[in-house]
């Protein structure tokens, strides 16, 4: 099947919309033209007929029905101009009179047609219209008489019009579909212009956008919105850029640690002590590596999660008790006070693991920032149809300029003011998508030197994963 292109598949349409409308209006002047023209025949034959009925007369007992004169006019008499056909019959139906034009010919009576109605019949070769009316003298039936005129010149001009809108109607449909071709072709020009400039378009030239049309239309928000879409994909791939830059630095620090360690113990022999210091120090930087990777992996696996989201009960109160379990040894260590206060029992229908995840990264993190022999609040509570849980710590708190940025990845506030708090910059990160994931509404505020309160809003029994 040959594919038509865009423009003529336009112009197409247009002439089959304007032809049809073309085709009703010469359908409607053909009507027209044919109704007038029969109206004109049937009003003429009415005419005579009445005038054939006044005619009829009885003089010295003899029946006349009609004069000589009448005969003799030429519409009776000839057949080239306007004929008139008159025929006059008897009871029986039987030929008593005739017009001098019908010559050898007669005009039939239709049994099947009732009386005084109009018809088209033949006469010989001849088209004509004809009427049969009964005639009456004095009460009493006396025959009949039939009326017709010739369709000759009606049919004449009726299928010479018909020729005419045939071939006006093709001509004009030609016409139209050039027109429309020409201004379809023009139509799509910023088609054309978004192609082209789409074609120059790749993954290292994202630069280029489509030049907006003038009149703002379709076009003008179809050649928005692919501009809006490049400019989406210009921020992921810049995104991916930087992150990919960010994950290789990261990764190698830890590895350049590790290494020039491992270096400066095999130059030369070393005590037991020093060498289990150097290598207590690797491991640690191993295991730093190790929940770098982790991170990056757990990063990587929500880019396409939701259908693998995993919905059942979650017991929040348990979770938090686990988390806390989990870091008891830092809790000990920095000899913080830890306040967990939950009204009852919590529980949410989402995804187990990605809810351990978001409580494990807030709550570490409130350790890990919270000065020694500081405090971190945990409460659970339930507001109208909600689940709050508001974890608040005393901490080093974040810049109110950071707030925005500690979401990006390996971004860390305050690193350079306490280098020795280690972490890698992915925790928020990760529980900002997790809880844009599972539709949980997370808010952060901090203030530096007076500490950070996290609050996350779960709907009351999570079903809409």
Known sequence: MVQLSFKNRIALNYII?????????????????????????????????????????????????????????????????????????????????????????????????????????????????????????????????????????????????????????????????????????????????????????????????????????????????????????????????????????????????????????????????????KINYCIKEVDHLNMLVDQLLLMARFENQKKNIITESVYLNAVILDVLKLNSEKIKNQNIAIKFDAQEDYYIQSDNFLVITILRNIISNAIKYTNNQGEVNILLSKESEKIICKISDNGIGIEKHDLEAIFNPFFRSNSTDHPEIKGTGLGLSIVKRITELLHIKFKIDSQIGVGTTVVLSFNDNMKSL
């Open 17 to 277: 919309t304007t032809g049809l409308l073309i085709l009703v209006v010469f359908s409607v002047i053909y009507s027209i033209v044919k109704h007038t023209v029969y109206n004109h025949i049937d009003e003429k034959i009415k005419v005579e007929i009445q005038n054939h009925q006044e005619e009829i007369k009885e003089v010295d007992g003899k029946v006349i029905l009609i004069d000589e004169e009448e005969w003799n006019e030429r519409e009776h008499n000839t057949v080239d101009v306007n004929p008139v056909f008159v025929e006059f019959l008897d009871v029986n139906k039987k030929i008593i009179e005739k017009a001098p034009n019908l010559k050898t010919q007669t005009l039939k009576f239709n049994d099947s047609v009732e009386d005084f109605e109009l018809f088209d019949t033949k006469m010989g070769d001849h088209a004509i219209r004809q009427i049969q009316v009964p005639l009456y003298l004095k009460s009493k039936q006396i025959g009949y008489v039939i009326v017709a005129m010739s369709l000759a010149d009606s049919k004449m001009v009726l299928n010479n019009l018909f020729d005419i809108m045939s071939l006006s109607f093709l001509g004009i449909l030609l016409l139209l579909f050039f027109i429309a071709r020409f201004f379809a072709g023009r139509s799509i020009k910023p088609i054309n212009a978004i192609i082209n400039t789409s074609k120059i378009i790749t993954k290292d030239n994202l630069k280029t956008r489509i030049p907006l049309p003038k009149t703002r239309d379709e076009l003008y928000t179809l050649s928005k919105t692919i501009n809006n879409l490049l400019n989406r994909i210009e921020d992921a791939i810049e995104r991916e850029k930087q992150f990919t830059s960010d994950a290789s630095h990261e990764l190698r620090t830890p590895l350049t640690v590790i290494k020039g360690t491992l270096e400066v113990l095999i130059r030369k022999p070393r005590d037991n002590k020093e060498y289990e210091e």
